[in-house]
C-alpha cells in the first residue's frame, strides 16, 4: 500500500505570496491532518479534515486554510506568506479521528 | 483539552547502553497513545503505539509502559545502535472522540558509536 505523498517537497516563496500544498492520504483513510513543525516548536496542529468537513482546527490565524475533496485528497493554502511561515509543513492520514496516524515527507516551505 | 509534556529534551547515550523518554498527560480519558520517530529530513515514522487496556507493549528493542493511574507513559529502547539516533515524539488522544491527538515537543536521542 502506497504511503502518504506531498508535493511539491520543496518551496520557496516570497513575503505576500500565498501558497498551496497537497497531501494525498493512504487508500481507504479518509481523515487528513496537517501540522507545522518549526524547529524547536514541535509539532503543531493547523487543522483536521474528515470526509471533506474540517472536524478540528488549531491556533492559526484565517490565513492557514485547508480543504479536502471527496476523494480524500488535501489542500492547505496560506496567504499573505511572512517570513516566520517557513517551516516543515507535514501531512498525516487516518482511516478516522483518533486513530493511528501516519506522515507523509512533508513540504519545506521558505519565505524570503 | 489534553496536554502532553515529553521528558528529557535531550538524551546522548552510549551504544548499546539503554534510552528512556517520559511523557505525562493531563486527560485521564486519554486511552491511545503513539509513539513516533523522526529522523532528520523525514516525516515522523510511527514506531509503536499502546491503548489504555495494556500496561506494557514490546516490539524487538523497543517498549513502552503505560500507567494509567499516574497518568504517564515512557518509551524504552534497548542496546541502542547509532541508527536509533532521530527526534522521538509521544502523542495522547481519547479514541471514539473527536479530539486531535496531541504531542509532546519531542525528545532528540543522539547515540555515539
Known amino acids: 500500500k502506497a504511503g502518504v505523498t506531498q508535493t511539491p517537497r520543496y518551496l520557496i516563496k516570497t513575503r505576500g505570496q500565498q501558497v498551496t500544498l497537497s497531501c494525498s492520504p493512504i487508500?481507504?483513510?479518509?481523515?487528513v491532518s496537517w501540522y507545522q513543525q518549526t524547529p524547536g516548536q514541535g509539532l503543531q496542529f493547523l487543522f483536521e479534515?474528515?470526509?471533506?468537513?474540517?472536524?478540528n482546527k488549531g491556533n492559526f490565524p484565517g490565513r492557514f486554510s485547508g480543504r479536502q475533496f471527496s476523494n480524500s485528497r488535501s489542500e492547505m493554502n496560506v496567504s499573505t506568506l511572512e517570513l516566520g511561515d517557513s517551516a516543515l509543513y507535514l501531512c498525516?492520514?487516518?482511516?478516522?479521528?483518533?486513530?493511528?496516524?501516519?506522515f507523509g515527507p512533508g513540504t519545506r516551505l521558505t519565505v524570503l | 483539552g489534553e496536554n502532553v509534556e515529553q521528558h528529557p529534551s535531550t538524551l546522548s547515550v552510549q551504544e548499546g547502553d539503554s534510552a528512556v523518554i517520559k511523557c505525562t498527560y493531563s486527560d485521564s480519558a486519554s486511552n491511545y497513545f503513539p509513539w513516533y520517530k523522526q529522523e532528520l529530513g523525514k516525516g515522523p515514522q510511527l514506531i509503536i503505539d499502546i491503548r489504555s487496556n495494556v500496561g506494557e507493549k514490546k516490539d524487538q528493542r523497543i517498549a513502552v509502559t503505560l500507567n494509567k493511574t499516574a497518568k504517564h507513559f515512557s518509551l524504552h529502547i534497548t542496546e541502542t545502535q547509532p541508527e536509533d539516533s532521530a527526534v522521538y515524539f509521544c502523542a495522547a488522544i481519547r479514541q471514539g472522540g473527536s479530539e486531535k491527538l496531541v504531542f509532546g515537543k519531542g525528545t532528540k536521542l543522539t547515540v555515539n558509536p
Open positions: 487508500s481507504g483513510h479518509r481523515s
Open positions: 479534515y474528515f470526509s471533506e468537513t474540517q472536524r
Open positions: 498525516a492520514s487516518s482511516l478516522d479521528t483518533g486513530t493511528s496516524q501516519f
